[in-house]
């Protein structure tokens, strides 16, 4: 069925830097600032960030309104493409003889690199812990969480998650049969950012007008940073694993190509 009430807004502030290519070089950067609000939404790969969690039917505004679930603060990619001005007709080694020219000249180098900060999450309860019949439900904010955004050992700090080393706890069990929601509110938290870079570095070999021999190296993730995942939102009676993260997107990889253009 379809319901009038679920509404969202959505507001940025987006720049863009361009140059179009010259000397060699062209390069597109763009950033965006922005908010997404709703009352209802789920990432874009599946993994909740939101949505109907248990709660108060009689408030489906005022309890679920908040950050949607693929609402990204902060992300800055740049694409680019450098002709590298070794080899005939460049800046440096203007002349080479042919054989030379083939090995030193005709490499560019090109990539994208992106940097955003992380989905937000809600943290949920095992089971119906309010016996309200349905599952999911937040539990109370006794304070303001603490993030250890290097540590995915302790990604949220509490004191039950023996990898914490003590800490303050942020939220507590609603209890048990106890029919009322938490004040936990939704998406209240942020998991990891990202970033990467992706470069490429190829070889033109040309032969005439019509054909060109292209030689790709190409790595991604080049640096090999580790992007974590959500953290575990999961918070029970003990909590041994809620805050914790076990999960990372890909590794660097690598991979080479061999192109013929005619």
Not at 148 to 176: E, H, K, S
């Amino acid at each position: 069925s379809l319901n009038s009430f679920v509404t969202s807004n959505y507001h940025a502030l987006l720049t863009k830097a361009q140059k179009r290519f010259s000397s060699g070089l062209q390069f597109l950067a763009s950033y965006t600032w922005s908010k997404s609000m709703d009352i209802s939404s789920e990432r874009g790969n599946g993994d909740r960030g939101g949505g109907f969690e248990g709660g108060d039917p009689r408030d489906l505004i005022g309890y679920f309104r908040a950050r949607s679930g693929f609402d990204i603060r902060h992300r800055f990619v740049v694409s680019y493409v450098y002709e590298l001005p070794f080899g005939n007709k460049k800046a440096y080694l203007n002349g080479l003889p042919s054989t030379a020219n083939r090995i030193i000249g005709g490499w560019e180098v090109s990539g994208i690199t992106q940097f955003q900060t992380g989905f937000p999450f809600s943290v949920l309860m095992s089971g119906d812990q309010n016996g309200d019949g349905l599952a999911g439900d937040r539990p109370d904010l006794i304070s303001k969480p603490k993030i250890n955004p290097g540590n995915p050992n302790c990604y949220i700090v509490d004191p039950r998650n023996p990898a914490c080393g003590g800490g303050t706890a942020a939220f507590a069990l609603v209890p048990a049969g106890d029919l009322r929601y938490g004040s936990a509110g939704r998406n209240i938290l942020s998991g990891p950012g990202f970033k990467s870079w992706d470069i490429s570095l190829s070889k033109n070999n040309r032969f005439g007008e019509r054909f060109n021999l292209q030689f790709r190296a190409e790595f991604f993730n080049a640096f090999n940073n580790v992007n974590f995942g959500q953290p575990n939102r999961n918070f029970n009676v003990t909590a041994p694993q809620f805050g914790t993260i076990t999960t990372a997107s890909r590794p660097r990889e690598i991979q080479f190509g061999l192109k013929l253009e005619f």
